[in-house]
């Protein structure tokens, strides 16, 4: 169909002045990301797909919200995929999916 693929990665970060900066954990985190984006682009072209990457830190859910709702990008639907935790972690830990589909009117696709 011709469409254009967003992949977003963000790294959990509960403190952007902790994690954000390229020190020791967060420059770790981000060149295995990286690494995880590349073998993704890779595969995607290889089915004549575009990627496009982007990696963020701090509070994932936000973030997803944020990216996705922001024009310049014009996202038409969230792809996500759900760990399957059962109710009872997800009403401890909270669900990112849970977030996600409930702070947007864009489509959300869940994949178990």
């Known amino acids: ?11 959990y970060a509960p403190s952007h002045s ?3 900066r390229k020190g020791t954990l967060g420059k770790g985190a981000f060149e295995e990301v990286k690494g995880v984006l590349e073998k993704a682009k ?3 072209a290889q089915n004549g797909i575009v990627l496009v990457d982007k990696i963020a830190y701090g509070d ?14 014009n996202i038409d639907l969230i792809v996500m995929g759900s760990r399957g935790r059962g109710k009872t972690r997800e009403m401890i830990f909270g669900s990112t ?3 996600v589909m ?8 869940v994949v178990k």
């Open 1 to 11: 169909c011709e469409a254009m693929v967003m992949g977003l990665y963000v790294i």
């Open 18 to 20: 902790e994690f954000g």
């Open 42 to 44: 890779t595969k995607a």
């Open 60 to 73: 994932i859910g936000y973030h997803i919200v944020s990216f996705a709702q922001n024009k310049k990008n």
């Open 97 to 99: 999916t849970h977030h």
């Open 102 to 109: 409930h702070a947007t009117k864009i489509p959300v696709l």
